[in-house]
């Protein structure tokens, strides 16, 4: 089937607007991965979802990000009061389990102005 | 903490040329690691990871506890070689085997 899809693919928000990014896994994913690649930057590890318990959420950089994945598929990020530099793409990936290899969605653009 | 440098941002060589992209590592335990390519216009997928211990396109890695380094080797580029590679550690054991990466090198392969 389609792999991962990510939706908006771009967004532009104004500073201080509110932000929800989707993330669409392959189906029958349990492992779902949000991270966060600056510009000139590697992907940077933000939250973990196995199924829909939210395992690790380290990566968050501050309490204005939140992830969630109620029924264990679909997951939405979400960035509340946006600032400059939270201007990234945001990389979605899901996993059949959590060792096993994961496929990245094509990312969603986020511009801050 | 872990750590993945890749200290070459840009590559390039001449088609047929051998090509080696380096990747050096710190963790405090046993690691997996990775590497991920990114096509032009296309999203990052996985190259190859060092358990598997497959040559994939041709690329070779082989990891280095030692000198704690993970370089990706290919003996004669090609064109389609051309891409952004990015090396990635997963803590082994930590059950969520998120990946930590590097910055990144841009190979270019001239033709």
């Known amino acids: 089937g389609a792999g991962v899809s990510q939706s908006p693919r771009y967004k532009v928000a104004k500073r201080g607007q509110d932000v929800a990014l989707r993330c669409d896994p392959i189906?029958?994913?349990?492992?779902l991965f949000w991270y966060q690649q600056a510009l000139g930057q590697g992907p940077e590890f933000l939250t973990y979802?196995?199924?829909?318990?939210?395992?690790?959420k380290s990566g968050l950089p501050s309490d204005r990000f939140f992830a969630e994945r109620p029924e264990g598929s679909v997951s939405t990020l979400k960035i509340q009061r946006t600032q400059q530099e939270d201007s990234a793409v945001y990389l979605c990936?899901?996993?059949?389990?959590?060792?096993?290899?994961?496929?990245f969605g094509p990312g969603t653009r986020l511009t801050v102005t | 903490a872990q750590r993945v440098t890749q200290p070459e941002k840009l590559l390039s060589v001449f088609k047929g040329a051998p090509v080696e992209l380096k990747c050096n590592y710190s963790?405090?335990?046993?690691?997996?690691l990775f590497w991920y390519v990114q096509y032009s216009r296309q999203r990052l997928q996985l190259l190859l990871r060092?358990?598997s211990r497959e040559s994939i396109k041709g690329f070779t890695a082989d990891l280095n506890k030692g000198e704690t380094s993970f370089h990706l080797k290919k003996p004669f580029a090609q064109e389609e070689d051309s891409a952004m590679y990015y090396c990635?550690?997963?803590?082994?054991?930590?059950?969520?085997?998120?990946?930590?990466f590097g910055t990144g090198t841009r190979l270019t392969v001239i033709p």
């Open positions: 990936a899901s996993s059949l389990g959590p060792g096993d290899e994961q496929y």
């Open positions: 189906s029958g994913h349990v492992s």
């Open positions: 979802f196995q199924n829909e318990a939210q395992l690790d």
């Open positions: 963790y405090s335990g046993s690691p997996e």
């Open positions: 060092h358990i």
């Open positions: 990635a550690l997963s803590g082994k054991g930590t059950g969520a085997n998120n990946l930590f």
